[in-house]
């Protein structure tokens, strides 16, 4: 007869950090090893995306007792330091997904992830197309290009659950809340297509201040919107079932 274990992810995304708010984050992470197997930030962990702020990030999640799993927000993107921040954060352990996966071993379980900042464009229906100015092209191209980075990240890790992380959302329920006029640039349904194609066990995004917590893609696979003003704290603890 199997058993069953379970991972328990700690995720938020939308920290905003700053040197005036500098260990404050981290009082609020004591503990975290009881209550989580492994941390994962869903971007926008910087205000501006100045070094300075990257700096302030990547000391606050230095040497945490659990494995740190990240991706870059449009905040993070804004001073065109993006390599240079994650640098930082790569520079105090924290793993930094850039359109590609990562394995980790979660007390025998082989937990994948697999992400980036992911991009917009609009949902079903109501979305932009590739028709048109270059600029438009350019734009769902883009995303286009980012989903279908994650189908083959997602197709090639081996592991026994697989989360996908990401700034913007790959619905628009997680989204409600938010004003509609502003949802061509708080994701898009290219992301959540990849994913439903290829097959994940949950995707953790953030960007929708205003958004809800709970959705679901197409396929059913399970959406959370972390961002920190939806949770009102410090991060939420989502767990997975794995077979033993």
């Given at each position: 007869m199997s058993t069953l274990t379970e991972v328990r992810i700690a995720a938020v995304g939308d920290i905003h950090l700053g040197e005036d708010v500098r260990g404050e984050y981290r009082k609020r992470l004591e503990g975290i090893e009881e209550r989580a197997d492994v941390l994962m930030l869903a971007g926008d962990l910087t205000r501006h995306g100045t070094l300075e702020e990257g700096r302030v990030?990547?000391?606050?999640?230095?040497?945490?007792?659990v494995p740190v799993v990240a991706v870059l927000g449009n905040h993070d993107?804004?001073?065109?330091?993006?390599?240079?921040?994650?640098?930082?954060?790569?520079?105090?352990?924290?793993?930094?997904?850039?359109?590609?996966?990562?394995?980790i071993e979660c007390?025998?379980?082989?937990?994948?992830?697999?992400?980036?900042?992911?991009?917009?464009?609009?949902?079903?229906?109501?979305?932009?197309?590739?028709?048109g100015e270059r600029e438009i092209k350019d734009f769902v191209a883009h995303t286009r290009y980012i989903a279908e980075s994650w189908k083959l990240a997602?197709?090639?890790?081996?592991?026994?659950?697989?989360?996908?992380?990401?700034h913007y959302?790959?619905?628009?329920?997680?989204?409600?809340?938010?004003?509609?006029?502003?949802y061509p640039f708080l994701g898009?349904?290219?992301?959540?297509e990849a994913v439903d194609t290829a097959g994940a066990d949950?995707?953790?995004?953030?960007?929708?201040?205003?958004?809800?917590?709970?959705g679901l893609t197409p396929g059913g696979i399970r959406v959370r919107n972390v961002a920190l003003p939806v949770l009102g704290k410090a991060?939420?603890?989502?767990?997975?079932?794995c077979g033993e």
């Open positions: 990030v990547a000391d606050e999640l230095r040497d945490l007792p993107y804004h001073s065109d330091l993006q390599h240079e921040i994650a640098g930082e954060l790569r520079d105090a352990g924290v793993m930094v997904l850039d359109d590609d996966g990562v394995v007390g025998g379980t082989k937990l994948g992830v697999v992400g980036g900042k992911g991009f917009g464009g609009g949902f079903a229906g109501k979305c932009a197309s590739e028709f997602l197709k090639e890790t081996q592991a026994d659950r697989r989360v996908v992380l990401s959302s790959p619905i628009k329920e997680t989204l409600e809340g938010e004003p509609l006029e502003i898009s349904y290219l992301l959540a949950l995707i953790l995004h953030g960007h929708a201040h205003k958004g809800t917590e709970k991060y939420a603890v989502y767990c997975l079932e």
